[in-house]
């Protein structure tokens, strides 16, 4: 079994600092409307994980990386959204 490593890229650790800036955004902004706007960038952003990573085979540490924190800005944004939403 061999081990797929990629180089890492401008690119790969421009999507990773993106998405940590708009993971801290989206947990310190009380504007709804903003949260939504964050809530959908998630998406956007685990699309560019996806676009800018060239495998999921690959073992570089950043590739897990940061698709743990694609998946926790997912899971959050969208709760966040949701609670702040439900109030008045």
Known sequence: MTQDRYPVTPAKIGVSLLTLVLLFA???IQQ????????????ITAMLHFNV???TADTHPLNKIDLAIQVTY???SIA???IIGSHP
């Open 26 to 28: 989206m947990l310190f």
């Open 32 to 43: 709804p409307v903003i949260v939504a706007f964050l809530c959908f960038s998630s998406l």
């Open 53 to 55: 990573f060239e495998s």
């Open 74 to 76: 997912l899971i959050l």
């Open 80 to 82: 966040r959204a949701f």
